[in-house]
């Protein structure tokens, strides 16, 4: 694959994985000024002014990425899914719900990670209400007073439904475009926390423990990645099922 900076470039393959890539658009960056220095290496040319990524080095970075996950699913751990791109929200929300995984498809909640306990609480406490409330255990208040706990209700499901499924701190992140959840990122590598990261060419790609070098700004491409991981993560649980982590 001789890399150029033409307008007529070409990624055809043999590589099914590649061709795949290449149809949801996975190898579109941006332009070059907004490049960020460790992305250069996966850089294939550019069209238009906007950077191509080398789909075979992606797919290799995918692979890796992949080999992780499915470890993760033979030991059902639990991997928290982040992204408040609105390419990626409904994505999101599909892919982690179908493997039953937690995931914030919003602003990640400063202290998500580093003060887990107190987020726990919020979590319990709306897990108390939205019970109370199914039982009918409300009706002894005012009608006032119900009034306040179900609007503490919708504030309580607007910022920690996500975590119903996550009721200790995750295994792993994976997170659509690693620059715009940087706080995500900061917090996972301050509690040891594995990233797996879909970065744009403006991303840091040594910040992430699994980057994964591809267009973070297409709801086809993000949709694509995503269902490679809960993909890999229903193979690993095949493999060898084990107790939840």
């Not at 579109?28 to 040319?45: E, Q």
């Not at 409300?138 to 996500?162: G, M, N, P, S, W």
């Not at 994976?174 to 040891?192: C, H, L, N, R, T």
């Amino acid at each position: 694959m001789e890399k150029t900076n033409g307008a007529n470039i070409s990624l055809k393959t043999d590589n099914s994985v590649v061709d795949a890539l290449f149809s949801v658009g996975a190898h579109f960056g941006f332009v070059k000024s907004r490049r960020h220095p460790s992305t250069k290496p996966f850089i294939f040319g550019v069209k238009n002014k906007i950077e191509i990524f080398d789909l075979e080095k992606t797919s290799e970075s995918l692979n890796k990425a992949l080999e992780f996950v499915q470890e993760l699913g033979t030991k059902n751990a639990k991997i928290l899914f982040v992204s408040g791109k609105n390419e990626a929200k409904s994505a999101i929300v599909k892919y982690a719900e179908n493997i039953n995984m937690p995931y914030v498809a919003g602003r990640f909640i400063g202290g998500t990670l580093t003060n887990f306990p107190e987020i726990r609480k919020r979590v319990e406490k709306l897990e108390t209400l939205v019970s109370q409330k199914e039982k009918g255990e409300l009706v002894k208040y005012t009608k006032k007073e119900r009034l306040l706990i179900d609007r503490e209700i919708d504030k309580l499901h607007e910022f920690f439904f996500f975590f119903f499924f996550m009721k200790n701190l995750p295994v792993a992140l994976f997170v659509i475009d690693s620059k715009k959840e940087s706080i995500a990122v900061k917090e996972a590598k301050k509690m040891g926390i594995p990233v797996i990261s879909l970065s744009g060419t403006d991303n840091n790609l040594n910040e992430v423990d699994f980057p994964i070098p591809g267009n973070d700004a297409s709801r086809m491409s993000i949709e694509f990645f995503l269902q490679k991981i809960a993909d890999a993560y229903k193979v690993g649980q095949l493999k060898k099922p084990t107790a939840t982590v």
